[in-house]
T-cell receptor, first 117, second 112 residues
Framework: DTEVTQTPKHLVMGMTNKKSLKCEQHMGHRAMYWYKQKAKKPPELMFVYSYEKLSINESVPSRFSPECPNSSLLNLHLHALQPEDSALYLC????????????????FGSGTRLTVV | RKEVEQDPGPFNVPEGATVAFNCTYSNSASQSFFWYRQDCRKEPKLLMSVYSSGNEDGRFTAQLNRASQYISLLIRDSKLSDSATYLCAVNNPNQAGTALIFGKGTTLSVSS
């Protein structure tokens, strides 16, 4: 299995809603990532989990709350979002980050296209 | 200077043409370099890693110039299916682990 699976593919939510994005991989990767991508912009790093522990938070507002229940799953909990948070949210995974000499890059999921109304 | 910079293009080329993209990076301590391809409204997909000695995969050649801090991607014999946005990605050595910084991407349009 060489895939990263994200659900849902599309999500429309109101500014008072609470929703969660889910990401799953079964490649044995121990690093997982959340990126945000707006139209015609590059993916921007939000969070990095290494061995199920949060290692990087790129000063993301608290209305985004990541969770890594186990080595295969990564969630992003959303609450009280703003319309400007509408974007493509990409999950990615990579192999053991302690072996940087053999870092082969990320595998991305297909993303969740989020619209906040 | 931005961390990772690319010429956004678009590059409009006919089928069969050879086209080259460059990407500059600001942190000389970066060690990992990649080219990703992204189709419209899709996720980025890894095209190739970039190694110090340069590497080739079919019609695609990637090179790294550490002295000038840039990586390049050469596409030979362009196909219609090569039309996409090409993102370069560089690791951020100021962060532990393998966080990647992406360039804004270069758009390629191949026409018949």
């Amino acid at each position: 299995d060489t895939e990263v699976t994200q659900t849902p593919k599309h999500l429309v939510m109101g500014m008072t809603n609470k929703k969660s994005l889910k990401c799953e991989q079964h490649m044995g990767h121990r690093a997982m990532y959340w990126y945000k991508q707006k139209a015609k912009k590059p993916p921007e790093l939000m969070f990095v989990y290494s061995y199920e522990k949060l290692s990087i938070n790129e000063s993301v507002p608290s209305r985004f709350s990541p969770e890594c229940p186990n080595s295969s799953l990564l969630n992003l909990h959303l609450h009280a979002l703003q319309p400007e948070d509408s974007a493509l949210y990409l999950c990615a995974s990579s192999q053991d980050p302690s072996k940087q000499g053999t870092f082969y890059g990320y595998t991305f999921g297909s993303g969740t296209r989020l619209t906040v109304v | 200077r931005k961390e990772v910079e690319q010429d956004p293009g678009p590059f409009n080329v006919p089928e069969g043409a050879t086209v080259a993209f460059n990407c500059t990076y600001s942190n000389s301590a970066s060690q990992s370099f990649f080219w990703y391809r992204q189709d419209c409204r899709k996720e980025p997909k890894l095209l190739m890693s970039v190694y110090s000695s340069g590497n080739e995969d079919g019609r695609f050649t990637a090179q790294l110039n550490r002295a000038s801090q840039y990586i390049s991607l050469l596409i030979r014999d362009s196909k219609l299916s090569d039309s996409a946005t090409y993102l370069c990605a560089v690791n951020n050595p100021n962060q532990a682990g393998t966080a990647l910084i992406f360039g804004k991407g270069t758009t390629l349009s191949v026409s018949s």
